[in-house]
C-alpha cells in the first residue's frame, strides 16, 4: 500500500474534554510555557448553551510534566465581560518577558471586539484589557493566532464581518438580515508592547457567487522577513493566501493557495528544534484513503499535519492525525515541548452534537513528525 494513505494516526490523546449538561460546549485553545516549565492550556468553556452566543469564560488546566497529563480543575482566567461572553484565546510568551493574551469581547450578535491583556507574573494576574480595534464591529480573532516578529511588532490577524440586509438564496428562499460569511480580512498591529495599535493600510476581501467569502485568517513570519497570511474559504475548495513585505502595513492580492480544504481554519507554525513549518488543516486532497465526511462533521474531516523545510513552498511528511467521517476536527492550537508538539483541536460529532462541543489535546513526540 501507498505509504501516504497508510492510517498512521501519530501519538496519543493526551486530554479529552466531553460537553455536559452544565458545560455543553469546550472550544477554541491555546497554550503557554511558563518559566517554571508548567504548560497552561486556556480554552472557550461555555455555559447553558453550545452557540457561539451562548455564555462562556476562559478557563485553564496545567500540566508539569510537558503535556503527558493534566490538572482536572478548571481555573477561570477570564471571567465574562461582555453581556455575551469571552472566547477564543491566543496566548503568546512576548520578547520581554511577558506574557500576552489576546480573546473576544462578546456583546450580543452584533458586536464582537478582541481585546488585549498581559501579565507579568506568569499568569498570576493580568493587566486591564485594551481593546485591539478603535471602531466597533464584529471582528473574528481564531484562537492561538497572536505573533511577534522578529523586530519586535505584535501582529494580530483578524476578520471583519458585516450584518447584511435579506438576500435571494440560490433555491430561491429569501434570506433574512445575517452575519455576512464574506469578511475584510485585516491585520492589527503593535509597536509598543500592546499598549497601543495600528491597523493594517492594505487589507483584502472576496465574495464568491454562492455568497462565501474569506474567514479567519493566520498568519506567520517566514525567513526572508515577510509575512504569510492564511485564510478559511467560505465553501470547499482551498485556503486562500496572501503575503505582505513591509511587516505588515500592506498586503498583496489574495489567490488560492495548494491546501485544499473545507471551510475549516488551518493553522501553522515553526518548530523550534529544526527551524520548519509545521501544518496542520483538514486535508480534502486526498492524500490519505479516508471515508466520505458525514453532514455532521462539517465537512472538517480528516485532520491532517505537514512539515516544509523550504518556508511553505513544498509540503512532506504528511501525518493523519484523524478520519472519523462522524467527526468534525476544528480550530487547532500547536504547542511545541522539548521533545513533543502539543495540538489542541473541536473533536465533536454524531457521539455529540456538534464538532464545536468536544476538546482534545494530542500528544506527539516530535521524531514521530
Partial sequence: MDLMKAKINPGKIVLQMDPTHANPRHSEASFITLKSGRIIFAWSKFYGSNSDFGEAVIATRYSDDDGISWSNEDKILIQKEGTTNVMSPSLLRLQDGRIAIVYLRKDGKKLCMPYFRTSSDELETLSEPVSIACEPGYYVVNNDRIIQMKCGRIIVPAALHRYRGPSVLASGEERKGFLASPAIILFFFSDDGGKTWLESLTNY???????????????????????????????????????????????????????????????????????????????????????????????????????????????????????????????????????????????????????????RIRRILIEEL
Avoid at 272 to 287: C, E
Fill in 205 to 359: 476581501y472576496r465574495c464568491f457567487p454562492s455568497g462565501h467569502g474569506l474567514q479567519e485568517p493566520g498568519v506567520i513570519e517566514l525567513k526572508d522577513g515577510r509575512l504569510w497570511s492564511w485564510t478559511r474559504p467560505g465553501t470547499q475548495g482551498r485556503q486562500w493566501q496572501s503575503f505582505s513585505d513591509d511587516q505588515g502595513q500592506t498586503w498583496c492580492e489574495p489567490v488560492p493557495s495548494q491546501f485544499v480544504s473545507p471551510s475549516s481554519p488551518m493553522q501553522v507554525k515553526r518548530i523550534p528544534k529544526t527551524g520548519d513549518l509545521f501544518a496542520v488543516w483538514n486535508d480534502h486532497s486526498g492524500i490519505f484513503e479516508t471515508k466520505k465526511p458525514e453532514p455532521i462533521s462539517w465537512g472538517r474531516t480528516p485532520l491532517v499535519s505537514a512539515i516544509s523545510d523550504d518556508e511553505g513552498k513544498t509540503w512532506k511528511h504528511h501525518k493523519l492525525l484523524e478520519d472519523s467521517p462522524e467527526h468534525g476536527f476544528c480550530y487547532p492550537a500547536i504547542h511545541f515541548t522539548e521533545d513533543a508538539v502539543l495540538i489542541s483541536y473541536c473533536a465533536g460529532g454524531a457521539t455529540s452534537k456538534i464538532p464545536l462541543d468536544t476538546l
